[in-house]
């Protein structure tokens, strides 16, 4: 079995060194499209230190992008914050950007259930089911696990939402995307759900008439929405000349660029404190 789905970007021409752009997701494809423009683009600034094509990988779960930094098989990675923080913690990458990853410069986590639900809080959940996305999710896994630990709550998985729930735990299921999340709450197959702010807010992203049916029980604070890392497996001089080409990129002038790299809105200079915050999520917390 592969460990990782790649193609490469340049032709059949030997390359003197390949600028890799790594990823985790369960849709390869979809992804692959979306990150490939723009390492073509930034492997150009690269040329000096010996770059003169790029590739895609894209990995289905952390250990595996793992493994393949630690061979010298990944150089760049754009990840949300669960992911980031995980690597930053086991010193595989450092960030060196903020990515506006879907216009989103930061994001919450919500966490609803039907108007007329009578859940009114986050205790209330106990002996029934939520819906979170898939497990490499920080607003839709990692932050809503956490404040239901935080409240107090047990939690099991389940292997399926329908599973029956120990009485005095919250159960959880992967719906695998908003929507189904969303469509899960609806048909009562989950009693709550969790999905991030931008979901809820953005235009045509998800159905108007069931979002109208909705109500929110808990809101997380805000958290960066993305970062770009690089790993030690490149060098200082091309980790800046990459760190620099990103910061360059000009909202208005390379937005068609920026809007196929997951309709980002813009890249930005770190802020103060996200290392800290990276350093401080309990990321072990998770299964």
């Known amino acids: 079995m592969l460990l990782a789905w790649c193609l490469l970007l340049t032709g059949g021409s030997v390359s003197a060194k390949t600028l890799v752009l790594a990823q985790i997701s369960d849709r390869p494809k979809k992804d692959f499209r979306q990150l490939r423009p723009m390492a073509e683009h930034i ?11 790029a590739s895609v990988k894209i990995y289905p779960d952390l250990s595996q992008l793992e493994t393949a930094i630690r061979k010298g098989q990944v150089h760049w990675i754009t990840e949300t914050p669960l992911s980031a923080a995980r690597l930053y913690q086991h010193q595989l990458a450092t960030p060196i950007a903020r990515k506006w990853k879907r216009g989103q410069h930061t994001y919450q986590s919500l966490i609803y259930v039907p108007a007329d639900s009578p859940v009114q809080s986050l205790q209330d959940l106990t002996g029934r089911v939520i819906a979170f996305e898939h497990p490499n999710s920080f607003s839709s896994y990692f932050l809503p696990l956490t404040a239901l630990h935080q409240h107090g709550l047990a939690t099991s998985p389940l292997e399926t939402p329908r599973q029956t729930v120990p009485a005095d735990k ?15 709450v609806d048909k009562g197959i989950a009693a709550a759900g969790a999905l991030n702010d931008g979901d809820w807010t953005t235009p045509g992203r998800l159905p108007a008439e069931l979002l109208q049916k909705m109500r929110i029980i808990h809101r997380s604070a805000p958290y960066p929405r993305a970062f770009e890392m690089v790993t030690p497996n490149l060098e200082p001089g091309a980790r800046e000349a990459l760190t620099q080409a990103l910061l360059a990129m000009h909202p208005e002038q390379d937005k068609s660029l920026l809007q196929r790299y997951e309709q980002t809105s813009r890249i930005t200079r770190l802020e103060a404190d996200d290392l800290q915050l990276l350093q401080s999520l309990e990321v ?3 299964p």
């Open 43 to 53: 492997v150009e600034a690269l040329a000096p230190f010996g770059y003169d094509s």
């Open 170 to 184: 919250v159960g959880y299921a992967f719906s695998r995307n908003e929507r189904n999340n969303l469509l899960w």
């Open 284 to 286: 072990e917390i998770l």
